[in-house]
């Protein structure tokens, strides 16, 4: 069964556009001109992507990212005339995964779809026997499942910041650059700034409270794990 992806567009030439070629490479696709018609669809036949745009009639695209972060981690690529530093980090804070700007490629965001999924293992049949897990100090991950307990409690995070929390916990006490760090959780890809990696640290200190994430002075960031 193909992955199913949900465009949320309200401009026709690219609704046709995109869809043409991600049918092309294998997806089912379901097209939507605003983001009230796309939540009907997450009610009833929930996407396993969205392609969103930002700027839509009645709700935006922001308010439905931030609707859909409260109830799942299903990947979002944000697509968007807006190609404005501040406009590209709010994307991300409000829970997209990747951020594309108008005009672009449609070559381009077929492959960013195929590396997001490899990337979130966004997939229902995998094996549970096969879960691995990664412990350091009160967190514990389990990476297929793509779980999250902290102090034995789980934990809704946002991909990337799960992404960002596993890559610390398999690699404890051992110091990140925030050029590193942009790269192993945004890709090489990414041109925004390292900013990013300091709202992404704040975010997963108020939603951890106490984790023991230290800032290395000038240089990045580490999680400390005494029992390493």
Request: some cysteine; glycine content about 6%.
């Amino acid at each position: 069964m193909s992955n199913h992806i949900g465009i949320v567009e309200d401009d026709p030439n690219i609704q046709n556009i995109v869809a043409a070629y991600l049918k092309k490479d294998g997806f089912t696709v379901t097209v939507l001109g605003s983001a009230e018609q796309a939540w009907d669809l997450w009610e009833g036949n929930p996407p396993d992507m969205w392609v969103l745009d930002i700027m839509l009639p009645g709700m935006d695209g922001y308010e439905f990212c931030k609707k859909i972060r409260r109830e799942s981690e299903v990947p979002i690529i944000i697509i968007s005339a807006k190609d404005e530093e501040i406009d590209k980090i709010l994307g991300l804070e409000l829970g997209g995964d990747d951020y594309l700007t108008k005009p672009f490629s449609p070559r381009e965001l077929v492959a960013r779809v195929k590396r997001l999924f490899k990337r979130t293992h966004y997939k229902a049949d995998h094996d549970d026997s096969l879960t691995q897990k990664v412990k350091a100090e009160n967190l514990l991950i389990y990476k297929d499942d793509r779980r999250l307990f902290w102090r034995g409690e789980e934990r809704d995070v946002t991909t990337k910041e799960f992404d960002m929390l596993l890559l610390f916990a398999e690699n404890p006490n051992r110091a990140f650059s925030r050029e590193e760090l942009l790269i192993r959780v945004w890709g090489n890809d990414y041109f925004g700034s390292d900013r990013a990696v300091d709202d992404l640290i704040k975010r997963i200190r108020k939603k951890l409270v106490d984790i023991p994430l230290e800032t290395v002075w000038g240089f990045g960031y580490r999680l400390r794990n005494e029992g390493s």
